[in-house]
Nanobody, 126 residues
Framework: QVQLVESGGGLVQAGDSLRLSCAAS????????MGWFRQAPGKDHEFVAS????????YYRDSVKGRFTVSRDNAKNTVYLQMNGLKPEDTAVYYC???????????????????WGQGTQVTVSS
């Protein structure tokens, strides 16, 4: 059973940057889509970014395009989310997730991800 542990969250000011990491253990994740989701207070989980198992395609929600970058290091079994130009509306708990199926072609639907980390808080002050 895979375990996903996020780190790198914190309290920053608008315009600052953060780099989130998601370390996977217990199972290699190289064959799986890896995604980032977030949940703001009173709201549902929403898709943020994902990277294909083949490591050649990335996907982003419109509001973070050009500011966030998702990447993976399969040798380290780790996925990253570089967040630049942070805005107060980016404030949320950020979750790393692994697709339920290997070689998945679903990259943005929450239902396609069956394994989740515990989340890391990102707070952006104005």
């Amino acid at each position: 059973q895979v375990q996903l542990v996020e780190s790198g969250g914190g309290l920053v000011q608008a315009g600052d940057s953060l780099r989130l990491s998601c370390a996977a253990s217990g199972h290699p994740v190289s064959m799986y889509v890896m995604g980032w989701f977030r949940q703001a207070p009173g709201k549902d989980h929403e898709f943020v970014a994902s990277i294909s198992w083949s490591n050649d395609k990335t996907y982003y929600r419109d509001s973070v395009k050009g500011r966030f970058t998702v990447s993976r290091d399969n040798a380290k079994n780790t996925v990253y989310l570089q967040m630049n130009g942070l805005k107060p509306e980016d404030t949320a708990v950020y979750y790393c997730a692994k697709s339920s199926e290997p070689y998945s072609e679903q990259h943005t639907s929450k239902t396609a991800f069956g394994f989740w980390g515990q989340g890391t808080q990102v707070t952006v002050s104005s």
